[in-house]
């Protein structure tokens, strides 16, 4: 009996080596990993479908503007070159605010619906002079305003003329007597209602809006063109005054 334990016990351990002398299986690789153990780099295609998808498209009517009025303008003034062109720098829109005096909510409000209408944030304007006949103190917030340059000028520009002054009830078009002198113009809005960006219930009271295009154009002959490519709403009796 003892003869026969001793023999199981060797057995076992005989076995135990052979195990132990076994190399242990490799772990399975990840799906998509390569020899070095980093993930495969991704298709040249796909790499320029994601930056192209990244890439800011360029507005619409900017778009227009160097392909088609550009040449227009060359066509109509006889410039030189393309550099000769006016083209529109930015673009200010302010809301003046004569109640501020007797309710300071308005101006916070005028604000928020200009940031909303531009997608820019607005800011308050200060008075500068102290008034007391109309109860004005000077550095009283009195109004609001925005500046757009760039982008968001153009996207700005294009749902102006095409989106919200089509919504004016009797509209005729606008006028070419508010130009400067050196090609810059000046529209008055009566409300800020035309903007769908805004709505109705959110409205406490109708305010005029005044928007200033600020061109490079050096007579207002060419910045009245520039704006008519654009898309401004002229009216046509008033156009054929001026030309």
Known sequence: ?????????????????????????????????????????????????AADEAAPTVPRLLARYRTDIGKAMMQEFGYANVSQVPTL??????????????????????????????????VATKAKKAIANFKLRAGLPIGAMV???????????????????????????????????????TLGLRDQSLFLELSYERIGKLKGMNITFTTTAKTDAEGRALLRHLGMPFRPDSTAQAA
């Open 147 to 185: 500046t757009l340059r760039g982008r968001r000028m153009w996207e700005f520009l294009d749902r102006l003329f095409n989106v919200a002054m089509p919504r004016i009830r009797d509209f005729k078009g606008t006028s070419t007597k508010a130009f400067d002198g050196r090609g810059n113009y």
């Open 89 to 122: 720098t930015k673009m200010t829109l302010n809301f003046g605010l004569g109640e501020a005096t007797t309710d300071p909510n308005i101006v916070k409000s005028a604000v928020s619906e200009l940031s909303d209408i531009t997608g820019q944030r607005a």
């Open 1 to 49: 009996m003892a003869d026969n334990k001793k023999t199981e016990k060797k057995a076992e351990k005989a076995d135990g080596d052979k195990a132990d002398k076994k190399p242990a299986k490799a772990a399975p690789k990840k799906a998509g990993a390569s020899k070095k153990g980093t993930s495969k780099a991704a298709p040249k295609g796909h790499v320029a479908k």
